[in-house]
C-alpha cells in the first residue's frame, strides 16, 4: 500500500499550487482522505480532511477559504489545491488515508491517529 504526493514546490506569496495524492496497491474506497503538513521545528498538523464520499469536508482555520480538498475515487486519488498561499504556509505536506466507523460517508479525520496510511511528503515553499 502506497501513497505518493506530488505537485509541491516554490512559489510566491499570493500563487497558487495543486497536490496530487495517489493511492496504489489497494482501493481507497471508503476511506476518508487527509492533509496534514509539517514546518521545521513544529508538530505535524492537520490542513483539511475529506469524506470517501467527497460529501464532507473539514478545514483547519488557517487554510479555511484558501485551500480546496477534494477526491477522485476511481482514480484512487486526493487532491489539494491551494491559492493565496503566504509564506507561513511553508511546510512539507503529507497525505494520508483512514478507515472508521465502517467506512462511514460523513467521517473526516482530523487527527493522526485517524489515518492509517501516510505518504512520504512533498515539500511546498513560499517566497515573501
Known amino acids: 500500500v502506497q501513497l505518493v504526493e506530488s505537485g509541491g514546490g516554490l512559489v510566491q506569496a499570493g500563487g497558487s499550487l495543486r497536490l496530487s495524492c495517489a493511492g496504489s496497491g489497494r482501493t481507497f474506497r471508503m476511506y476518508h482522505m487527509g492533509w496534514f503538513r509539517q514546518a521545521p521545528g513544529k508538530e505535524r498538523e492537520f490542513v483539511a480532511a475529506?469524506?470517501?464520499?467527497?460529501?464532507?469536508?473539514y478545514y483547519a482555520e488557517s487554510v479555511k477559504g484558501r485551500f480546496t480538498i477534494s477526491n477522485d475515487n476511481a482514480e484512487n486519488t486526493v487532491y489539494l489545491q491551494m491559492n493565496s498561499l503566504k509564506p507561513e504556509d511553508t511546510a512539507a505536506y503529507y497525505c494520508?488515508?483512514?478507515?472508521?466507523?465502517?467506512?462511514?460517508?460523513?467521517?473526516?479525520?482530523?487527527?493522526?491517529?485517524?489515518?492509517?496510511?501516510w505518504g512520504q511528503g512533498t515539500q511546498v515553499t513560499v517566497s515573501s
Open positions: 494520508a488515508a483512514g478507515w472508521r466507523d465502517g467506512g462511514s460517508i460523513y467521517y473526516t479525520g482530523r487527527r493522526p491517529r485517524d489515518y492509517d496510511y
Open positions: 475529506i469524506s470517501w464520499t467527497g460529501g464532507s469536508t
